[in-house]
């Protein structure tokens, strides 16, 4: 075969050479160059890829991911001194986001819910005025020109209070009456047959002695009223404050201050491996429950605080699940008060002498014009119909206790956020005891001992954001009112709360709070406890009720519900002995 047929196969060997020597130097610049680690730089947008060198340099201003003053200058990184700075600024954002994304579902929940209970609360209060302003002008011929201003400044003052703003409910009841008053004197005087006209004076004059008539027109009506409505609403303005509270302390988790050491460290975990060209190797399990403990330690500050409020929450939940819920109380506001002027109808001839003598003007009474054709003088069956609640559908309390579940779950979350991070598989790896991850230094076993949260508490000085104290303080107080303040149920309902034959219900003088006091102790006088001993001490009887023993109160603790519950006297309840106990305990003496 001549020289020149070969031509042909030298050409081709020849480019196959030339392409695989290529190959082999780009394979080779890879792995030697930092090539890689600008891919990785840019793909979780750390910064500009100028930042990271082409090749390994030795870059003597490192000091996070190692100490370059002490590192062989021969021993080359992927890592310059701005690369660094821009990896902590990454590591930063990276913690932070990751706390949010934690937090992101509860605070959204929580927050979603405050609007969809202020909402329904505002639906339900229009369903109320209209309720209560028609049953008015049908039952009571009350027109809407004499009564719609005082109601809509009654309904404005719910509004107002469940604002979180000082008003006195008591007040506005007793305003709302005030009004009222006049229109209720003037549809008993002028009876069936007759029509009265009361001068603008004369009205005003009702309007201002109506408290001082006596007996009172509407007995105790008014009073049971305002009792029950400060109790509805107060619920759920301790509801409403207690999930504003909760959004404000995720809020300050997720803008904690992260010290300048915090930053470092998360630095070190997930950044550093980048100097060595380890782009695509996870930290090690241990390695990040050390640093994020560490970093994270903090928060556990408003643990304690925190889980107790949300268990407090359960006594909320259980008022409004019971006699004192907003929204039923507002739904029956109309019937409530139907009754209390119903009352004052059935017992007007009790006060109507000293109505007219407090206010003595000559009263106009003229015949009363029969009614248009068509319409009922008989106001049973307008009554019937408003009666109908329109209720506003769908049941609100069911949503709070899927918020209620949840709050459950997140019992602790300051605790265990830190765990929580480094238990995604994504992101670390999950073998303990794994020589394939990333230890801070090279890729290798994790050897550090890792600390828990206790002992890095008393073992290590922490750096606490002050608004974690400040929200310390706030969760506690809040604590202690919601148990203070819906302390009061019925323990004969859970026996397992009775440990001792006897238990003191109060210590001090109890001190209920008002509906002119709001959760956190504002414009309360006293202390709480001013302790002086004088209180309520509640007596139990030992009652075997099969199996073992259950200890049951010989006298109901006090029910919001009954006015003549407290013992008058003012002293403790006693224990009540029946005359077969004393002859039983005197037969067994006498035969001792």
């Not at 509270?245 to 300048?260: G, Q, Y």
């Not at 006699?323 to 029956?332: I, R, S, T």
Request: glycine letters at 4%; a negative charge; hydrophobic letters at 35%.
């Amino acid at each position: 075969m001549s020289i020149n047929c070969l031509k042909p196969y030298f050409v081709c060997f020849f480019l196959w050479t030339s392409f695989m020597n290529s190959v082999a130097d780009l394979d080779s610049g890879t792995h030697t160059g930092c090539h890689r680690v600008k891919q990785a730089y840019l793909r979780e947008h750390i910064g500009p890829s100028d930042l990271v060198p082409s090749e390994p340099i030795y870059d003597r201003d490192i000091s996070i991911c190692f100490n370059a003053a002490t590192k062989d200058p021969s021993e080359k990184t992927c890592c310059s001194k701005s690369s660094e700075l821009s990896y902590v600024t990454a590591a930063e954002n990276f913690l932070r986001d990751t706390i949010r994304i934690k937090n992101a579902y509860l605070k959204k929940l929580v927050m979603d819910h405050i609007v969809q209970y202020e909402e329904r609360l505002e639906n339900v209060i229009k369903s109320s005025f209209n309720r209560t302003s028609q049953l008015l002008i049908d039952l009571y011929d009350i027109p809407a020109s004499a009564h719609e201003e005082a109601l809509r400044a009654f309904y404005q003052d719910i509004r107002t209070y469940l604002k979180m703003k000082h008003v006195s409910l008591y007040g506005s009841v007793n305003d709302l009456f005030d009004s009222l008053f006049p229109y209720l004197y003037k549809f008993i005087v002028e009876g069936k047959n007759s029509s009265v006209t009361l001068s603008p004076e004369h009205i005003q004059c009702l309007k201002n002695k109506r408290q001082d008539i006596n007996p009172n027109p509407f007995g105790t009506q008014h009073y049971n009223l305002s009792h029950n409505l400060n109790k509805a609403l107060s619920t759920a303005k301790s509801y409403l404050e207690v999930l504003t509270l909760l959004v404000e302390t995720i809020n300050a988790t997720d803008h904690v201050t992260l010290t300048e050491k915090c930053q470092h460290s998360v630095t070190r975990l997930q950044y550093c491996s980048h100097c060595q060209q380890e782009v695509d190797i996870k930290p090690c399990k241990g390695f990040c429950l050390n640093s994020m403990r560490r970093c994270l330690a903090q928060l556990s500050v408003i643990s304690s605080d925190w889980n107790g409020l949300i268990m407090s929450v359960g006594r909320v939940q259980s008022w409004m699940n019971q006699k004192y819920d907003a929204e039923h109380m507002l739904n029956h506001l109309d019937g409530k008060l139907d009754t209390a002027i119903m009352y004052a109808l059935s017992n007007s001839n009790h006060f109507m002498d000293s109505a007219q003598q407090n206010c003595g003007f000559k009263t106009e009474i003229n015949p009363k014009q029969a009614a248009p054709t068509g319409e009922s003088s008989d106001s049973s069956s307008k009554s019937g119909s408003l009666r109908k609640k329109r209720e506003i559908g769908g049941e609100m309390y069911e949503k709070i206790l899927e918020v209620m579940k949840e709050l459950l779950t997140s019992l602790k979350m300051f605790d265990t956020i830190a765990d929580d991070i480094c238990n995604q598989e994504i992101f670390y790896d999950q073998d303990i005891n794994s020589t394939e991850c990333w230890n801070g230094l090279t890729k290798g076993r994790y050897t550090e001992v890792v600390e828990d949260i206790p002992t890095l508490l008393t073992r290590t000085a922490m750096v606490i954001d002050p608004r974690l104290v400040s929200l310390k303080d706030k969760l506690a107080a809040m604590r202690v009112n919601l148990m203070t303040r819906y302390s009061d149920f019925d323990y004969t309902l859970d026996r397992g709360h009775f440990q001792s034959d006897s238990f003191k219900y109060g210590s001090g003088d109890y001190h209920h709070l008002t509906d002119d006091e709001d959760l956190w102790g504002i414009n309360s006088g006293d202390d709480m406890y001013s302790g002086s001993g004088s209180g309520t001490t509640m007596e139990v009887d030992v009652v075997t009720d099969g199996p073992g023993v259950n200890l049951i109160p010989t006298k109901p603790i006090n029910n919001f519900d009954s006015e003549d519950s407290q013992d008058p006297s003012g002293g403790s309840s006693c224990l009540t002995i029946s005359i077969a106990t004393v002859l039983m305990m005197t037969l067994t003496l006498t035969l001792l």
